[in-house]
């Protein structure tokens, strides 16, 4: 099974800021990870595919990199719907997993 | 719209069975592979299981241990969970989730989920 970690836990952030969001595979996943977007009560939202290409109707503040083992969610400017939690996840192999998230929340 | 609902879930003792259901309506259903995605309570997402376009193939995951089954009805637009020897560890918020064409499990459309109890 592929192991994703993603650091921080979480992320205390002011509006405006920029945020960096990581993600680590245990094994390289290629392009297959995605980013999701969890605000409480809600069922998560598709941020990114493949890494890096932006789900229908998502800002271009949100951009994905990374291929492989390493890859990274950047929030350009937050504002004060980002404040979430979010999750990458691969399909790289039949087993799919997330990672654990990371909490982006308002200092 | 396009749109995913559950239902079906409840309270149920350890060692029962439940079937989860996920109704899907504005777009080809047919047309997308589909899956089961678990939230227990204050914990992160967790993969259950997918299913293909035509049903023909399924898989799971290891904590499944042959105890559910994942199958669709495509003229009906509808997708199902039996879910079997149920433990405590099996509480949670269930998902219904369409993959996103083109990819083997990106998931584009969610359902709010079915929330499904394990308790004696």
């Known amino acids: 099974e592929i192991v994703l970690t993603q650091s921080p836990g979480t992320l205390s952030l002011s509006p405006g800021e920029r945020a960096i969001l990581s993600c680590r595979a245990s094994?390289?996943?290629?392009?297959?990870l995605a980013w999701y977007q969890q605000k409480a009560g809600q069922a998560p939202r598709l941020l990114i595919s493949?890494?890096?290409n932006r789900a229908t109707g998502i800002p271009d503040r949100f951009t994905g990199s990374g291929y492989g083992t390493d890859f990274t969610l950047t929030i350009t400017r937050l504002e004060p719907e980002d404040f979430a939690v979010y999750y990458c996840?691969?399909?790289?192999?039949?087993?799919?997993?997330f990672g654990q998230g990371t909490k982006v929340e308002i200092k | 719209e396009v749109q995913l609902v559950e239902s079906g879930g409840g309270v149920v003792r350890p060692g029962g069975s439940l079937r989860v259901s996920c109704a899907a309506s504005?777009?080809?259903?047919?047309?997308?592979?589909m899956s089961w995605v678990r939230q227990a309570p204050g914990k992160g997402l967790e993969w259950v299981c997918g299913?293909?376009?035509?049903?023909?193939?399924?898989n799971y995951a290891d904590f499944v241990k042959g105890r559910f089954t994942v199958y669709r009805d495509n003229a009906k637009s509808s997708l199902y969970l039996q879910m079997n020897s149920l433990t405590a560890e099996d509480t949670a918020l269930y998902h219904c989730?369409?993959?996103?064409?083109?990819?083997?499990?990106?998931?584009?459309?969610w359902g709010q989920g079915t929330t499904v109890t394990v308790s004696s």
């Open positions: 493949g890494a890096s």
């Open positions: 094994q390289s996943v290629s392009s297959h």
């Open positions: 996840q691969q399909d790289d192999r039949l087993h799919r997993t």
């Open positions: 299913i293909n376009r035509d049903g023909s193939s399924t």
């Open positions: 504005g777009f080809t259903f047919e047309d997308h592979g």
């Open positions: 989730a369409r993959v996103l064409r083109g990819t083997e499990a990106t998931w584009d459309v």
